[in-house]
């Protein structure tokens, strides 16, 4: 059976599911796909040209349809935000260090511009200027990634904590007490945070 490169891109996608990104290396793909290491260089050229594959293909659940990057989110630029930075996060931890691979290897491929160029027009629709539509587009896709790569990086199962005095720490053994360990919840609370940010600056400027 001929070898092409989605079968090679779907091989190293389980094989990140089952060892991670530091056990991901093309030899070991070689041996999942029963091919000398030269058959997989007709595909991929590198190992770097492997992990920006995987990294798109990863990210193409958020990036939604070519050319309407938040079409699943009909709505003002708050509503089609929240959708696009809460489909980035399910991408990225649908695969083990999926954070990890998008962080370091995601490729501007023609859907990683056409979900930018989206991002930015919903955004100057509003009258923000490009800067400033460009830098909050940053802001959301760099909090999402960081939010992941903690997730992914914490040690399963959790550590018991050490209590907190609260004579001494008062206000943190109070935030301890509401248990903030749900993630979905932190996650929805932060992103609201930076979105407020820039609708309290767009009221202003009206």
Do not use: C
């Amino acid at each position: 059976m001929a070898l092409h490169r989605e079968d090679v891109i779907e091989a190293a996608l389980d094989l990140l599911d089952e060892v991670g990104l530091d056990k991901l290396t093309t030899r070991a793909l070689t041996t999942r796909l029963g091919v000398a290491p030269g058959a997989l260089y007709w595909h991929v050229k590198s190992k770097a040209e492997l992990l920006s594959a995987i990294a798109d293909r990863i990210m193409r659940e958020a990036y939604g349809t070519p050319g309407n990057a938040t079409d699943d989110a009909p709505g003002d630029w708050v509503e089609q935000t929240t959708a696009f930075a809460h489909r980035t996060r399910r991408a990225m931890l649908a695969r083990r260090d999926g954070a990890r691979v998008v962080a370091g290897h995601l490729p501007l491929t023609a859907a990683a511009l056409d979900a930018s160029e989206a991002g930015l027009a919903l955004l100057r629709a509003t009258g923000l200027p490009l800067a400033q539509a460009a830098y909050f587009g940053h802001t959301v896709a760099s909090y999402v990634t960081g939010f992941a790569l903690q997730e992914q990086a914490a040690p399963t199962p959790a550590p018991d904590l050490p209590a907190i005095e609260p004579e001494r720490y008062p206000h943190m053994a109070a935030w301890a007490a509401e248990k903030p360990a749900e993630k979905d919840a932190a996650f929805t609370a932060g992103l609201a945070l930076i979105i407020g940010g820039l609708r309290a600056e767009l009221a202003a400027d009206a």
